[in-house]
């Protein structure tokens, strides 16, 4: 598999790269405007090419959040960074916005961040049985030979304490080499997808830690740690629905990512302006957020994880991605009186447990806001929860804020041809190599 960069594309390919992008309409507000390029004109090789346009600059006017505190009255996140003069405007509106639908749903944000030490999971929770061979690809991430790894690696369990409540206690896993000289060095943060747990991790933990790095991961709000059975998941989706008080999916472990960057930022072996975030699915959805709502994390690669929640509605594409939480869906067809689960009930759970998901949040105008700063997605070209469709817009205005940005190497999609919803080690190798080249 072979990823084409720009600079280096053979006249043919160019000529065709432009020709696509005239195919596109960057400013559409429909994503039915867009459905009209098919895949197979986007693919080259096993890949689809990361375009490099101009940047993205939106008429269109965002939907205001409503709940919350009002974070120009005071209500700040510690630690956290808003861009000052480069992403002005509509970047620190949006940021700004997200910030607010955060703040709505904690308990006290007097609570200091604290660390508490932890000790080592011997018994991983997984809410859901794992495949035979489902670890392989993270088992293929390039490692750098070092003799007696495992006697090396110097490992951290401890617990940060983010807000008040049992889930405001998120567990840390942190492995890096032993150095006989401290120093500063760059930090990969790495979340794992639903029903798994960080522990699920350690292959591509112990990678990346070989190679210099330290190497980091959480479990995620109800997961790992933080649950108690195989249901505590679906069962926080269904209570987010009925009461409306927390947002289980992706929101509320964004704040703890916020935290993480404090404490990492503080620490006197990570070097602050070199942390990096990667993750699976799930995972892949907390870095693309993180990534936009905190700059701190510099160089970013969401696996099967960048979707477009609107496009998928307007579309009728939500199936697969309904079916992943499925249970949650079921209890809300059943309080609206619905006979079968249909667009208005997925814009409804969207909206009570993600407010602005599938609206001002969406991949068209979340993405294109974490330029400069290093940006590869990967996909599989036949993934049915992140159909390559709906990622048309979001990654044309993307390419166009890194190339206005002077930085148009920085970002790259690709898409996997032939593979579904599922990391591969084409995936991993690439991600690996994106952090070397930029971390």
Request: aromatic letters at 8%; a neutral charge; glycine letters at 6%.
């Amino acid at each position: 598999m072979v990823v084409v960069p720009r600079r280096a594309m053979a006249p043919t390919l160019a000529v065709a790269a432009l020709a696509l992008a005239a195919m596109w309409r960057p400013h559409a507000s429909s994503a039915a405007d867009l459905a009209h390029v098919p895949v197979s004109t986007r693919r080259i090789g096993h890949l689809l090419m990361g375009q490099r346009l101009r940047r993205f600059s939106s008429s269109k006017q965002t939907k205001r959040s409503s709940s919350g505190p009002d974070l120009a009255a005071g209500a700040a996140i510690p630690g956290s960074e808003m861009a000052a003069t480069a992403e002005a405007g509509v970047g620190d509106e949006l940021r700004s916005e997200f910030r607010q639908v955060l703040l709505s749903r904690r308990r006290d944000l007097q609570v200091p961040l604290k660390v508490e030490q932890g000790n080592p999971v011997k018994e991983p929770m997984y809410q859901k049985p794992l495949r035979p061979g489902e670890s392989e690809a993270m088992e293929s991430c390039p490692r750098k030979e070092v003799e007696n790894l495992k006697e090396k690696l110097v490992e951290e369990n401890f617990y940060l304490i983010t807000e008040l409540g049992e889930q405001g206690r998120v567990p840390v896993l942190l492995l890096k080499l032993e150095d006989n000289v401290p120093k500063r060095k760059p930090v990969i943060v790495l979340l794992h997808s639903s029903y798994k747990c960080k522990e699920w991790l350690r292959p591509l933990l112990e990678a990346y830690a070989s190679r210099g790095y330290i190497s980091v991961a959480i479990d995620s709000r109800y997961h790992g740690e933080r649950a108690s059975s195989n249901t505590t998941y679906i069962d926080a989706l269904k209570s987010a629905w009925r009461n409306g008080d927390t947002m289980p999916f992706i929101f509320d472990t964004v704040w703890d990512l916020i935290k993480l960057g404090d404490h990492l930022s503080e620490r006197e072996d990570v070097d602050p302006c070199r942390i990096g975030i990667a993750g699976e699915s799930l995972g892949g959805m907390h870095a693309w957020f993180a990534a936009f709502v905190d700059t701190r994390y510099s160089v970013i690669v969401p696996i099967i994880g960048i979707q477009g929640f609107r496009w998928a509605i307007d579309n009728n594409k939500w199936q697969a991605r309904v079916d992943s939480i499925k249970p949650l869906f079921e209890e809300a067809r059943i309080d609206l009186g619905k006979s079968e689960i249909d667009t208005e009930v997925v814009e409804k759970v969207w909206e009570k447990i993600a407010p602005g998901l599938d609206s001002q949040f969406d991949a068209p105008y979340s993405i294109p806001l974490i330029a400069p700063r290093p940006l590869l997605l990967i996909n599989g070209a036949e993934d049915p929860r992140c159909p390559v469709a709906g990622l048309e817009e979001p990654n044309t205005r993307a390419a166009k804020a890194y190339e206005e940005s002077g930085c148009a190497e920085k970002f790259m999609f690709i898409a996997e041809r032939g593979i579904g919803h599922q990391m591969t080690a084409n995936m991993v190798k690439e991600a690996s190599d994106w952090f070397d080249r930029f971390l």
